[in-house]
């Protein structure tokens, strides 16, 4: 009966910590593949642009082209981040901004940003992802209404590069958040063991393991008082 009660007592900590934690951890992830079928084939991203979406993609030969169209004015943030390796040069990593012109008139360049060889990536370790980062600076346009093409490009157009596109995170349960993170480490070669590094899911453990130790500390303090009582 009293393994049973601890069973059930322990359960009721775990329940309530996840409660607890999973509201403060605000950071939320959306990782989408960015697959192609054949060489040049535009992908068609979310029109609601403010809300943060991580494409994957992986360049092999030729651009990825993203194109979403908008019905009202909003703000374009773009960011492009590749994983850190000190033992190879970044990646020179590009994108351009283009608008579709009424009556197939061609496109409009909107803005650029182009990698050269001394550009400066910002160096960040993501403790959700348990992943260094280099990322390149934000990339933000007001934009009025109609149909845009975002471009991601190398010079020799290889390799695996995350574009976030929009800043504000959209809600997850804690479940999916895990899955999320385990997606984008396992784009970057991360091994599976790798989601134990998250902060995402380290200081639930923490938490819980402390509330564990009070809870075991308390239940020995009382039987050692009935012992003397």
């Known amino acids: 009966m009293t393994l049973l009660f601890c069973y059930y007592t322990l359960m009721k900590y775990l329940v309530a910590v996840l409660f607890l934690v999973a509201p403060i951890i605000t950071l939320a992830f959306n990782p989408i593949f960015s697959a192609t079928a054949v060489p040049y084939e535009v992908l068609t991203i979310d029109s609601r642009i403010e809300q943060q979406n991580e494409y994957l993609g992986e360049l092999s030969g030729y651009p990825h082209m993203y194109e979403f169209t908008l019905g009202t004015e909003a703000v ?6 590749q994983k850190a390796d000190p033992d190879t040069e970044p990646l020179r990593l590009s994108l351009i901004v283009v608008k579709e012109n009424t009556n197939n008139a061609g496109v409009a360049e909107v803005g650029r940003q182009t990698a050269k060889s001394d550009t400066a990536w910002t160096e960040r370790h993501d403790s959700a992802l348990a992943l ?16 845009y093409r975002v471009e991601v ?19 997850s349960g804690y479940f999916k958040l895990l899955g999320d993170i385990r997606t984008i480490q396992a784009f970057f070669g991360l091994p599976f063991l790798a989601i134990l590094l998250s902060s995402a899911v380290y200081y639930p453990l923490g938490i819980i393991a402390l509330m564990v130790g009070i809870y075991f500390t308390w239940r020995n303090r009382q039987r050692i008082r009935s012992y003397h009582a």
Do not use: I, R, W
């Open 76 to 81: 374009l943030v773009l960011k492009l981040a």
């Open 132 to 147: 260094t980062l280099l990322e390149g600076e934000e990339f933000v346009e007001n934009l009025t209404p109609g149909t």
């Open 153 to 171: 490009s190398t010079p020799d157009n290889y390799g695996k590069y995350l574009l976030t596109v929009g800043d504000e995170p959209q809600s």
